[in-house]
T-cell receptor, first 113, second 113 residues
Framework: KAGVTQTPRYLIKTRGQQVTLSCSPISGHRSVSWYQQTPGQGLQFLFE???????NKGNFPGRFSGRQFSNSRSEMNVSTLELGDSALYLC????????????FGEGSRLTVL | QQQVKQSPQSLIVQKGGISIINCAYENTAFDYFPWYQQFPGKGPALLIA?????SEKKEGRFTISFNKSAKQFSLHIMDSQPGDSATYFC????????????FGPGTRLSVLP
């Protein structure tokens, strides 16, 4: 069974640009969550999608958005990038609607210059 | 109230020793407490998880101890091995929060051969 796949793995952007990150969950998993990981703030929840609907959202500005497609694949977008957006963005899929095991991808490392 | 505190920040243990990592939470709505292990360049992976209806759960060399009244839980790694050297995160979730977990800041464990 293939794991969670995130693309791209690495990317460099400049301030003010926007970025789109993609996530393919484990087959059969309908829940996809996104987390931001930084050395200073650790792992912080961005949002969760289940069956194309956003179920939960963390405390991030509106520049951070996401969506989920009918095949459960998900994308997140960050507009008007700031230096502080440099981070590892992790996607996780789950088979459960209630709190359960998260299967994380290896992440997309974003550097904003 | 949403914060999960974790200590120590780093831990060095001799091979064969016991590694102990502690976490504390404030939000009494939390009812699911997983521990994740993360190796460099990889996403976190679930080690073991517990719900507050039990005080201890053991899986192989890994044990979670849970103290509901103190709102504390800990991870014990018995017979620690160099391959256990990684960063460990405790987390807390609740049924109403879906896959929105609050993670502790992490503990970097080094097991010396």
């Amino acid at each position: 069974k293939a794991g969670v796949t995130q693309t791209p793995r690495y990317l460099i952007k400049t301030r003010g640009q926007q970025v789109t990150l993609s996530c393919s969950p484990i087959s059969g998993h309908r829940s996809v969550s996104w987390y931001q990981q930084t050395p200073g703030q650790g792992l912080q929840f961005l949002f969760e999608y289940f069956s194309e609907t956003q179920r939960n959202k963390g405390n991030f500005p509106g520049r951070f958005s996401g969506r989920q497609f009918s095949n459960s694949r998900s994308e997140m977008n960050v507009s008007t990038l700031e230096l502080g957006d440099s981070a590892l963005y992790l996607c996780a899929s789950s088979a459960s609607q209630t709190p359960g095991e998260l299967f994380f991808g290896e992440g997309s490392r974003l550097t904003v210059l | 109230q949403q914060q999960v505190k974790q200590s120590p920040q780093s831990l060095i243990v001799q091979k064969g020793g016991i590694s102990i990592i502690n976490c504390a939470y404030e939000n009494t709505a939390f009812d699911y407490f997983p521990w994740y292990q993360q190796f460099p360049g990889k996403g976190p992976a679930l080690l073991i998880a517990i719900r507050p209806d039990v005080s201890e759960k053991k899986e192989g060399r890994f044990t979670i101890s849970f103290n509901k009244s103190a709102k504390q839980f800990s991870l014990h790694i018995m017979d620690s091995q160099p391959g256990d050297s990684a960063t460990y995160f405790c987390a807390a979730g609740a049924d109403n929060y879906g896959q929105n977990f609050v993670f502790g800041p992490g503990t970097r464990l080094s097991v010396l051969p």
